[in-house]
Nanobody, 124 residues
Framework: QVQLVESGGGLVQTGGSLRLSCAAS????????MGWFRQAPGKEREFVGG????????RYLNSVKGRFTISRDNAKNTVYLQMNSLKPEDTAVYYC?????????????????WGQGTHVTVSS
């Protein structure tokens, strides 16, 4: 099993930046493809982006392309979500998730482990 803990959330003004971290324990993160999801108030959780097991491939939600970047440091057992040019519509609880597959997926059901989430609030 792997335990995931997100950190780095907070309150930021429109146009600001945050970097979320997802630290793993229990097993090495290099065994997993990783995804980031978010859930805004009153909305369903949605896929924000994913990174393959070795980090060679990534995909992003259209609305965050060019603003968000996922990276991973397998030596530190940590995955990051760098968020730039933040907008009020990015306000949500952000979750990282780990999948036993080589590649990320848009579907929550493909992920085996989840973090508890970290809150991001973007003020206008």
């Amino acid at each position: 099993q792997v335990q995931l803990v997100e950190s780095g959330g907070g309150l930021v003004q429109t146009g600001g930046s945050l970097r979320l971290s997802c630290a793993a324990s229990g097993r090495t993160l290099s065994s997993y493809a990783m995804g980031w999801f978010r859930q805004a108030p009153g909305k369903e959780r949605e896929f924000v982006g994913g990174i393959s097991r070795r980090g060679a491939r990534q995909r992003y939600l259209n609305s965050v392309k060019g603003r968000f970047t996922i990276s991973r440091d397998n030596a530190k057992n940590t995955v990051y979500l760098q968020m730039n040019s933040l907008k009020p519509e990015d306000t949500a609880v952000y979750y990282c998730a780990a999948s036993d597959a080589d590649m990320y997926s848009d579907y929550e059901s493909e992920y085996d482990y989840w973090g508890q989430g970290t809150h991001v609030t973007v003020s206008s």
